[in-house]
DNA sequence: GCGGACTGCTTACCT
DNA sequence: ACAGGTAAGCAGTCCGCG
């Protein structure tokens, strides 16, 4: 068996000289103890392994002198201490220059990758002791990862992108009004960003396990059960599928789509052997939830099955599965992922399940099976499998690979490599970013603590119990309809905030006395007018690139269609790490917490909007609504509309825009509530019921009825028409309701149950006892479900959708519903609910006889 | 023992 | 494991009521 396994494993180390290959990872190699380096080579399609030919070592830093640290017998007879060096850093939490002793070790476990007994715990005080060695490889030797590089004798060289591209040498033109040092900068970013992007050859897997128990998913950890499928997709649009042979097992149902052929394999070893030949041919491969389920399955089969480690192309960690060859992307992961769901898809998908988001994002969902897994015929088998793995693959070749590129650029801006910037959330991104900037201007990287004891902590109160302090602010909204409304908004607010009033951890409450004075409005803080801060100058720089580079560039009718897109995903991947620029230093898990950096944020911000409030309305404007960054502004004239930008720029220095213009716009005294219908008719509606996800789709039917006759009114007399078309469409659903013409699907409210069932100990939610319902009928409910249940007259007062019948709905309770969700848009027309249905206490007694009947 | 006023929990949303 | 602010509905509790 080994023999067996071992003729397929090839070794990819990079030869002597290579040409173009993209550099898509980082990690260490225990055996050789060196950085390794795996790069994507186009042409060929392989990935080749580039070890450190440098020297380079793992090291942590200390305060102490070598001399003093040589009194540590602990220290110099640590089996992994190698030698001391001393260095020169920039300490810019203190604002000095600073000699640290680097501790070099022969391996980076020794430094501080194990529980006890490390070089770390031997110290007093440790620098740059937590960073993963090879990441702290990529930030000495300030790699790009996802950029081309070649090798040349062995040696690793960067490949200027600008022979690729020309034009890249022209951003310095652009932004010719900055300062030169400015330029040079954000010339390096538009190279690293705009850089071309190869087709990447890929794999998608997905495998299917065995199980006696319908209810019970096979554990990867015993691996007891038969990998009975597995389908294998790939980039070029070839799909194969590996099918074991059983007892009592036949074909039948649907064909296997064309051009597929089911494999059939007697032993599961020989499938086994063919699946991971497949995980050694590729340089990049595809799960969904891989790293939980099929690799980690796949090893701990293999295992079972006596296949030796070292045939096996999987390396297993704790939560992640890697692979020893290629590149592993857990798509599960990455979608998951909040920034990328809420930034990047605009909330389109609900679930983080393949069911969910491949029907969100590519209107195709899984097979839907009746019979458990191990019924299945051999057809049916293949066909669901495969299907898995090519909704898989389609999730990253959808939109001319839009994920694929997404992926990479934000690896590129976080210096991360694929598998982490897949893996892990935007605050390790930010943290990756900035810890390079660091070792780029050879600063010290600052320990947390030392953050926190010198920043102290923050100084307003929030208005949420439990939050740390005082955010944004939002304007009580004036009641009632507003016709040409205008729509003023800070462009990127706070990443502005950040740039103009250098906002950095080093840079607010600065050591320098002379500074205490240039306050932050609204909080005892104070920002350093001596030195420009590395949060300011990285974050305003992401910030002018996607406002005045690529947002414009994405939309210019001047460039190819394909360019555009192109100019859209970067400019998506920075709006992602902008959202978060601000969050980051106020959660306790950046590794540069500052909450005195965020608070001084929301406290700008605040200013900036109540500032903007007050010369607008001295101006004779009336400001009928704003939240956090925008002011809504009733009929101003173009003139006032440009005194008040004007005013934005010279006083406060931020670029107020017109965001959207509204023919007319209808608040009712609600906050994050309103409905604004544009010059097209089309209508923007925010916040209100109607809308929400978790609203059956009856009223969200008929509430949409509503905002379409709302699109059609121009101007105030035109709403009496409207208020009795809408009338009607209020008293239909009702009376569908009464009349039982609504389905349960209709019916049902859809609420995520976020945590386990148990979990639920002060209260039980709805959702949570409709689904303890379903577990009692013996059907799973996971936290992050979307559970579907209707209003009961039962004793729970609800029920789930599979459980429930039309009968038992309970009319009056969805009564209630249709009326809460409509009068928050009449309240804003000035229209009494009960009036406009007419609804007298005889009429409702006729509504009732009628129902019934 | 009952119902209204209140608080706290939970979800979904806005920026 | 980015932040805080707001709305809504329901569960559960308190309190008055001869």
């Not at 397929?8 to 290579?18: E, K, M, T």
């Not at 994507?40 to 001399?67: M, V």
């Not at 052997?273 to 990049?284: D, M, Q, S, T």
Request: glycine share 6%; charged share 25%.
């Amino acid at each position: 068996m080994a023999e067996k396994a071992k003729e397929f494993y090839f070794s990819p180390d990079a030869p002597r000289n290579l040409s173009m290959a993209y550099l898509l990872s980082a990690t260490y190699e225990g055996e050789r103890r060196t950085a390794c380096l795996k790069l994507y080579e186009p042409e060929s399609r392989k990935i080749y392994f580039w070890y450190d030919n440098t020297k380079h070592q793992p090291y942590c830093l200390s305060d102490a002198p070598i001399g003093e640290l040589k009194r540590i017998e602990a220290l110099v007879k640590h089996q992994g201490f190698d030698h001391f060096e001393t260095v020169e850093k920039f300490d810019a939490l203190n604002d000095r220059e600073t000699e640290m002793t680097k501790i070099i070790a022969r391996d980076p476990r020794s430094i501080g990758g194990r529980p006890s007994g490390t070089i770390r715990d031997l110290i007093q005080k440790s620098w740059e002791a937590r960073i993963k060695y090879y990441e702290s490889y990529i930030y000495d030797r300030q790699l790009s990862i996802g950029t081309p590089y070649v090798i040349k004798e062995e040696k690793l060289i960067p490949v200027d992108c600008s022979t690729l591209k020309k034009d890249l040498n022209a951003p310095e033109r652009f932004f010719k009004n900055e300062e030169k040092e400015f330029q040079a900068y954000i010339g390096q970013w538009i190279r690293l960003l705009e850089c071309p992007v190869p087709e990447f050859s890929r794999l998608a897997l997905d495998i299917e396990v065995y199980s006696p128990v319908v209810t019970r998913v096979p554990d990867p950890r015993t691996a007891s059960e038969s990998i009975v499928a597995a389908s294998l997709v790939d980039s070029d649009g070839n799909k194969r599928v590996l099918v074991l042979k059983r007892p009592g097992i036949g074909e039948g149902g649907t064909a296997v789509p064309q051009g597929v052929k089911i494999e059939y394999y007697d032993r599961e070893e020989d499938m086994l052997i063919e699946v991971f030949k497949a995980l050694l041919a590729y340089p990049i491969v595809l799960t969904f939830n891989g790293d939980s389920f099929d690799l980690r399955y796949l090893f701990h089969r293999a295992e079972k099955l006596g296949f030796p480690r070292e045939s096996i192309p999987i390396r297993l960690e704790e939560i992640f599965a890697l692979l020893k060859y290629g590149v592993h992307i857990d798509l599960y992961r990455f979608f998951l992922n909040r920034s990328i769901q809420i930034y990047a898809f605009g909330q389109k998908y609900r679930e983080a399940t393949l069911d969910g988001i491949a029907n969100a994002i590519l209107n195709v969902g899984k097979i839907a099976l009746e019979q458990p897994i191990s019924e299945l015929t051999y057809t049916e088998l293949a066909n669901y499998c495969l299907r898995d793995a090519e909704l898989t693959m389609q999730l990253t070749t959808f939109d001319d690979s839009l994920v694929m590129k997404l992926i990479i650029t934000i690896a590129r801006i976080s210096r991360m490599p694929i598998e982490d910037v897949t893996r892990q959330g935007v605050s390790r991104w930010i943290r990756s970013m900035m810890f390079f900037e660091h070792r780029r201007l050879n600063w010290l990287i600052p320990r947390s603590e030392d953050i926190i004891e010198l920043k102290g902590s923050t100084a307003t109160e929030a208005i949420i119990e439990g939050k740390k302090y005082r955010g944004a602010i939002v304007i009580e909204p004036k009641p009632g309809v507003h016709f040409n409304v205008f729509v003023l908004d800070f462009a990127s607010l706070y990443p502005s905030i950040i740039k103009h009033w250098n906002l950095s951890y080093e840079t607010v409450r600065c050591p320098h006395s002379e500074c205490e004075n240039n306050k932050i409005p609204g909080t005892p803080h104070w920002v350093c007018k001596k030195r420009s801060g590395m949060t300011s100058l990285v974050i305003g720089t992401l910030r002018d690139l996607r406002v005045n580079w690529y947002k414009p560039k994405s939309k210019d009718k001047n460039q190819s269609p394909a360019m555009r897109s192109w100019y859209n995903v970067i400019q998506q991947s920075l709006k992602v790490i902008l959202n978060a620029s601000y969050g980051v230093f106020g959660a306790e898990v950046f590794d540069l917490y500052c909450p005195p950096v965020a608070e001084s944020t929301a406290a700008i911000g605040r200013y900036a909007i109540t500032e903007t409030v007050r010369k607008a309305e001295a101006l004779g404007i009336n400001v009928v609504y704003g939240d956090t960054d925008s002011v809504f502004l009733e009929n101003p004239s173009q003139a006032q509309i440009n005194e008040v930008v004007e005013w934005s720029r010279e006083f406060l220095g931020m670029d107020l825009d017109t965001d959207k213009i509204y023919r007319y716009s209808a608040f009712s005294s609600r906050k994050k509530n309103y409905l604004g219908v544009y010059p097209s008719g089309s209508v923007d509606i925010k916040g209100l019921t109607g809308k929400k996800r978790n609203t059956p789709d009856f009223l969200k039917i008929a509430f949409a009825e509503m905002i379409s006759i709302l699109g059609e009114v121009e101007s105030s007399e035109d709403f009496d028409e409207a208020k009795s078309r809408i009338r009607e469409v209020v008293k239909t659903c009702y009376l569908k309701l009464k009349n039982g013409k609504y389905s349960l699907d209709d019916l049902a409210f859809n609420v995520m149950i976020s945590k386990p069932i148990e979990s639920y100990t002060k209260t039980t939610p709805q959702h949570v006892k409709a689904a303890k319902l379903l577990v009692k009928n013996e059907v799973e409910v996971k936290p992050g479900e979307i559970i579907s249940f209707v209003k009961t007259k039962t004793q729970e007062g609800v029920k789930p959708v599979q459980l429930a019948s039309v009968k038992e709905i309970d009319a009056d309770k969805y009564m209630g519903y249709i009326k809460s969700t409509f009068e928050q848009v009449l309240d804003a027309i000035g229209i009494d609910f009960d009036e406009i249905t007419g609804f007298t206490k005889l009429e409702h007694f006729l509504w009732n006889f009628e129902g019934q009947r």
